[in-house]
């Protein structure tokens, strides 16, 4: 089963307008933390956000804010005032805190075009 | 401060060859992490390693990957008998212990095997 599903191919937005990056992940782990990562033409992973499972308020990092929905499963983020800037592929995902392993489970990851 | 290296930044070896990729993690960090990044996906999860022992090495596709970190610091990732399925990216991430646990990518080595 896919832990992390990312739906949306690709997405256009307008210079200064808000956008919305929708995740949905599936685990039984009760303790576990959800990422949000830019990489853009030039390839590096970069790190936006962070959520756990047990934070009782949804995340927030400047112009970039996670939208927390637990009983739903889904981890969106949201970024504010877009920029061009923001122009790159974003993935979302999800590390389980249970039996001791660190990896991160990545989903398909989804494109994200800024217009002027 | 110095984020994570990857050399080299492109190889490009013939099938049944072997290659070895390295990762300079961030000073510190003591959680080591390679992942494979194929075209149009995200990252596969490939070995971490907790110090000097890896720790899941669980993503490893077959036997002819394997990697070492002997000091706990530099690793290197190493693929005997090439073939054409594991051109890819892959991508070293360092992270320290605690939360909130967020790696740190490198740029990546692209990997080509002909």
């Known amino acids: 089963a896919q832990k992390i599903t990312q739906t949306q191919p690709g997405m256009f937005v307008q210079e200064k307008e808000a956008v919305t990056l929708d995740c949905t992940y599936d685990t039984s782990d009760p303790s576990y933390g959800l990422f949000w990562y830019k990489q853009p033409s030039s390839g590096e992973m970069i790190f936006l956000i962070y959520?756990?499972?047990?934070?009782?308020q949804n995340a927030t990092e400047g112009r970039y804010s996670l939208n927390f929905q637990k009983a739903r499963k889904s981890a969106n983020l949201v970024i504010s005032a877009s920029q061009l800037g923001d122009s790159a592929m974003y993935f979302c995902a999800m590390r389980e805190e249970q039996g001791g392993s660190e990896k991160l489970v990545f989903g398909k990851g989804m494109k994200l075009t800024v217009n002027p | 401060g110095a984020g994570v290296s990857q050399t080299p930044s492109n190889k490009v070896t013939e099938k049944g060859k072997y290659v070895e990729l390295r990762c300079d993690p961030i000073?510190?960090?003591?959680?080591l992490y390679w992942y494979r990044q194929s075209l149009g996906q995200g990252p596969e999860f490939l070995i971490y390693?907790?110090?000097?022992?890896?720790?899941?090495d669980s993503g490893l596709p077959n036997d002819r990957f394997f990697a070492v970190r002997p000091e706990g610091s530099v690793s290197t990732l190493k693929i005997q008998r090439t073939e054409r399925g594991d051109s890819a990216v892959y991508l070293c991430a360092s992270s320290s212990t605690g939360a909130p646990y967020e790696q740190y990518f490198g740029p990546g080595t692209r990997l080509t095997v002909t």
């Open positions: 000073s510190g960090h003591t959680a």
């Open positions: 390693f907790q110090g000097t022992g890896a720790a899941d």
């Open positions: 959520q756990g499972s047990y934070d009782q």
